[in-house]
T-cell receptor, first 115, second 116 residues
């Protein structure tokens, strides 16, 4: 059974700092890995998707890396801004025996960027 | 493009009552998901549809939860009777099928259920 763990559960940083969020998963036979952002009272927004054959993806100030063999991913946020404050969720996709995709989420890291 | 629409946004009921949530996915998205997100937890998949067929409902408490996706478009999720532990946000998501695989998920804003 796939389990996804995110560390830390919460993080508070001053504006402008670079930071790293961590995600680990127990079953390395993943199809892809996604990082999502969730703002209070809202749904999830997909930030980055890394296919299992890829090592990293970049979008603006965000960079996500994937080390499938060790079951780890990191989300790097450069020059953090107060608007980055949100909960960041990691999710991995496995292909089931029936051939469908199964997405398993971590509990998230709540990020607060202080002005 | 319009996003994933969900209603109602908020619902408060007493235990043992019933409730229904509605989801309208992005046009053309073949795959539709219902997730349950309890406060402080990550979303947990309840049921996944591909067109109007169920591909995964292994974590759906079938004694009280039911879901349908008529005509492969809109979907409803029903809880009857509700329990206190059903208090959560119910998220609907949809995705395109590309080369027979679901792609990036787009989530709705969710329906927050409080069971008293």
């Amino acid at each position: 059974k796939q389990e996804v763990t995110q560390i830390p559960a919460a993080l508070s940083v001053p504006e402008g700092e670079n930071l790293v969020l961590n995600c680990s998963f127990t079953d390395s036979a993943i199809y892809n890995l996604q990082w999502f952002r969730q703002d209070p009272g809202k749904g999830l927004t997909s930030l980055l998707l890394i296919q299992s054959s890829q090592r990293e993806q970049t979008s603006g100030r965000l960079n996500a890396s994937l080390d499938k063999s060790s079951g780890r991913s990191t989300l790097y946020i450069a020059a953090s801004q107060p608007g980055d404050s949100a909960t960041y969720l990691c999710a991995v996709t496995n292909i089931t025996q029936g051939g469908s995709e199964k997405l398993v989420f971590g509990k998230g890291t709540k990020l607060t960027v202080n002005p | 493009e319009a996003g994933v629409a969900q209603s109602p946004r908020y619902k408060i009921i007493e235990k043992r009552q019933s409730v229904a949530f509605w989801c309208n996915p992005i046009s053309g998205h073949a795959t539709l998901y219902w997730y349950q997100q309890i406060l402080g937890q990550g979303p947990k998949l309840l049921i996944q549809f591909q067109n109007n067929g169920v591909v995964d409902d292994s974590q759906l408490p079938k004694d009280r939860f039911s879901a349908e996706r008529l005509k492969g478009v809109d979907s409803t999720l029903k809880i009857q009777p509700a329990k206190l532990e059903d208090s959560a946000v119910y998220l609907c998501a949809s995705s395109l099928l590309i080369q027979k695989r679901a792609n990036v998920l787009t989530f709705g804003a969710g329906s927050r259920l409080t069971v008293l």
